[in-house]
């Protein structure tokens, strides 16, 4: 198995509840989503992108309830967010500006047809669902933060949000077809809305 690049101790285990992998230290029992101090982050990226890229709802749609959608997002953080720290970045210094700078670079590429969101998350989310291609899983009315569903729910599958701007950052939002293990390419797009991040992952 390649090297994660992970302190002494440390381990990626993954979580049936949520479906996401996490650290876990094995001489403390300490678990949790984001990567420990002294972390070699591009051994992490590499492992990442080999062993947990893949999303985890099935092809055949096993899962997917009446009234339910799927999304993804794509996050960028910056100084100001909520939490400064993620997975890629356990200090994060850049500004909101920079943020919005690299999403609209990503948000290009994606609507060139270059790349996917998914694709894109895996490496460069600062969500820790970028281990599943920044897949939310699915979820209906009630069960996320209003202001996360009026976005979500407002795009057919297929479709991407222009940035969104969070307490967590700068994101895309792409909602996925309900029986398709990745998303179709970007077709329209929504206007700049606000939202509170849904997830405290975030």
């Known amino acids: 198995?390649?090297?994660?690049?992970?302190?002494?101790?440390?381990?990626?285990?993954?979580?049936?509840?949520k479906n996401l992998p996490y650290f876990f230290n094995t001489e403390t029992k300490e678990s949790r989503w984001e990567y420990p101090n002294g972390t070699d982050t591009e051994k992490l990226k590499t492992y990442m992108d080999q062993h947990h890229g893949a999303a985890a709802v099935r092809p055949d749609g096993r899962g997917a309830k009446e009234g339910k959608i799927r999304a993804a997002h794509l996050l960028v953080k910056h100084k100001n967010s909520r939490k400064p720290s993620s997975w890629r970045d356990a200090d994060i210094t850049r500004t909101k500006k920079e943020a919005i700078s690299i999403l609209e670079r990503y948000e290009e590429r994606i609507r060139s047809g270059e790349v996917t969101l998914g694709d894109l998350a895996v490496t460069e989310s600062d969500c820790s669902s970028a281990r599943k291609k920044g897949d939310l899983g699915f979820f209906g009315p009630g069960e996320m933060q209003k202001e996360f569903e009026d976005v979500a729910f407002a795009l057919k599958p297929g479709e991407i949000s222009h940035i969104v701007d969070t307490a967590s950052g700068e994101h895309l939002i792409q909602r996925y077809d309900e029986l398709l293990t990745s998303p179709s390419r970007p077709t329209l797009s929504i206007s700049r809305q606000f939202f509170i991040c849904s997830s405290d992952r975030c």
């Open 1 to 17: 198995m390649s090297d994660p690049g992970l302190p002494a101790g440390w381990e990626v285990r993954h979580s049936n509840s």
